[in-house]
């Protein structure tokens, strides 16, 4: 998982291109951040062995008020009729008759199976199935004091990591999405939208964003080129679509140049910037 502190927000995009407007003081390198790939995602406790458990089955469940998952014994079938049913649930119970894992068939074929902690009733695994067939699963984590949501890791049937699901104080704040367990693409939420796409290559090397400022009203993307040491050469900044500046960097990684364009896609200025990171030269296209 991304740690704040290295994640280039759109505050810290424009900061630096307002400094890199005024012509003053020193200039930095933008920070690009190389995904590591260090996310804890190991199981968070062992479920209970199934032999220790007992099992029902019921056509349907409901929440009580407290939003606790619950099943009535009016609802219970036996397991031959939960064969014919459309839809039903075979639950298994610790000994203290606490929810332990929840099957969902249909047609008497397993659809999904979510494993608890019976103590809190909250979700640890989930398996998902196709034609009884496991085809992924998804590990849950939770805050030890809040017991609130802070990550959902997700695996093919091979065991690989496809994706993490992250949550702060209960909300969906970023998705990485991977390709042979390493980061290629992640999906930054503020609130309920979508505020920046990130692209890595398979270096872990980020090579496009894109995001939105101004309430929305207006668009951005940056394209970052990189050496064949891994090193940032370049960077695009494109502005509803239009290239606004180009920033580039020396073999060691110093910004060096930075070019603005006009709307109509022609130099209007260019600013030298010397090995301190301050602007020395500055010209102007007629």
Known sequence: MMK????????????FLILL???SGKENVIEVYKEDNKEDIKEVEKPIPQEELTSKYYTRYRYLRNKVLTFRDRDQITEQDSKLKFKSYKVFYNKKEQ????????NGIILKKQIYNPETGQINRI????????????????????????KQAIFNKNNNLIQTNNYEYGELINVNHYKKEKVVKTLIY???EL????????????????????????KYTLKFFYNKNGILKKVEYFKNGKL???????????????????????????????DSGSPV??????
Do not use: P, W
Not at 281 to 286: C, I, L, M, R, Y
């Open 190 to 192: 503020s609130g309920d």
């Open 244 to 274: 606004a500046e180009i920033h580039s960097y020396n073999k060691n990684g110093k910004l060096f140049k930075i070019e603005k364009y006009n709307n109509n896609g022609t130099i209007n200025k260019t600013i030298k910037i010397d």
């Open 127 to 150: 398996e998902y199935f196709k034609n009884g067939v496991l085809i992924r699963y998804s590990i849950n984590h939770y805050d030890k004091e809040t017991k609130q949501l802070t």
């Open 281 to 286: 030269e500055t010209s102007t296209a007629k």
């Open 99 to 106: 929810i332990a894992i929840i099957e969902t068939y249909k």
């Open 21 to 23: 407007m005024s012509c």
């Open 4 to 15: 704040k502190s290295t994640i280039i927000t759109l505050k810290a995009i424009f900061s």
């Open 195 to 218: 505020d920046i796409t990130r692209i890595y290559d398979t270096n872990g090397n980020l090579i496009q964003e894109d995001g939105k400022y101004d309430d929305n009203k207006y």
